[in-house]
């Protein structure tokens, strides 16, 4: 069994922070759909974004692993 630490994927782009006001009951959703999938906020706004046609690499679909952390 291999000590070393796991490698991390890393993002196919650089990273950006986007900030976007939104109703408080859509924000409720989103954080409920990350709940349900344990998933980020981050991966769930890039898989619907992904969905109506935005195109999204395969490797920033990474979650960032917070959401497993607080979970477990």
């Known amino acids: 069994m291999s000590s070393a630490p796991p490698t991390s994927v890393r993002p196919a782009a ?17 954080k409920q759909r990350a709940l349900d999938e344990e998933r980020s906020l981050r991966a769930v706004v890039l898989r619907a974004l992904h969905q ?16 497993k952390e607080r979970i477990a």
């Open 14 to 30: 650089k990273l950006v922070k986007l900030s976007v006001e939104v109703p408080d009951y859509v924000m409720k959703k989103l």
């Open 52 to 67: 109506h046609g935005i195109e999204v690499a395969e490797n920033d679909f990474i979650d960032d692993g917070r959401r």
